[in-house]
């Protein structure tokens, strides 16, 4: 499978723990984003990298969220202090620059914080 | 106003009818056009992108586009009950980063 793939696809944490996320993208892409979705919303734009660049992070990302992706290939998602709040899909996708920028997903880690 | 805007359904047309679903963006400076198909529970999938004005088409889809009237359009031939899923219409606005989405038409077709 040449997908992008994301780990875990479910999690369930207490309110106050910490969560992390990976995301693998497809093999040749250059960037990768994460999003967030609820139900009934479309995705939401949290942050893009360009191969280990964070080239945007949204101002609605409140300082509890940080990813990293440190050798251009992989990514992490991180969560601190998880609130109930924070419950939702959380989705990655990667794209080839130069190709209009199109993004495929994974198939999204659902996050549900008690 | 939300920046981009989709007619929130339900859509529901008969098998082998044409489903057609709509957006509009606000930024005049949106460069890609996206429409993504969206089952219940599962992660978008990509159905087509457009950048020029005018129509597209791949197999039963056919996407359109307007920039003067800041207006894309997703018409689907033949609808086939496997179709029925949200459809988000995404927006670049410089080839580059970020998408913009809409909340999703839902479309039913009905056997």
């Known amino acids: 499978d040449t997908g992008v793939s994301q780990d875990p696809r479910h999690k369930i944490t207490k309110r106050g723990q910490n969560v992390t996320f990976r995301c693998d993208p497809i093999s040749e892409h250059n960037r990768l984003y994460w999003y967030r979705q609820t139900l009934g919303q479309g995705p939401e734009f949290l942050t893009y990298f360009q191969n280990e660049a964070q080239l945007e992070k949204s101002r609605l990302l409140s300082d509890r969220f940080s990813a990293e992706r440190p050798k251009g290939s992989f990514s992490t998602l991180e969560i601190q202090r998880t609130e109930q709040g924070d419950s939702a899909m959380y989705l990655c996708?990667?794209?080839?620059?130069?190709?209009?920028?199109?993004?495929?997903f994974g198939p999204g880690t659902r996050l549900t914080v008690l | 106003q939300k920046e981009v805007e989709q007619n929130s359904g339900p859509l529901s047309v008969p098998e082998g009818a044409i489903a057609s679903l709509n957006c509009t963006y606000s930024?005049?400076?949106?460069?890609?056009f996206f429409w993504y198909r969206q089952y219940s529970g599962k992660s978008p999938e990509l159905i087509m992108f457009i950048y020029s004005n005018g129509d597209k088409e791949d197999g039963r889809f056919t996407a359109q586009l307007n920039k003067a009237s800041q207006y894309v359009s997703l018409l689907i031939r033949d609808s086939q009950p496997s179709d029925s899923a949200t459809y988000l219409c995404?927006?670049?606005?410089?080839?580059?980063?970020?998408?913009?989405f809409g909340d999703g038409t839902t479309l039913t077709v009905k056997p």
């Open positions: 930024d005049r400076g949106s460069q890609s």
């Open positions: 996708a990667s794209s080839l620059a130069f190709q209009g920028d199109t993004q495929y």
């Open positions: 995404a927006v670049n606005y410089d080839n580059a980063g970020k998408s913009t």
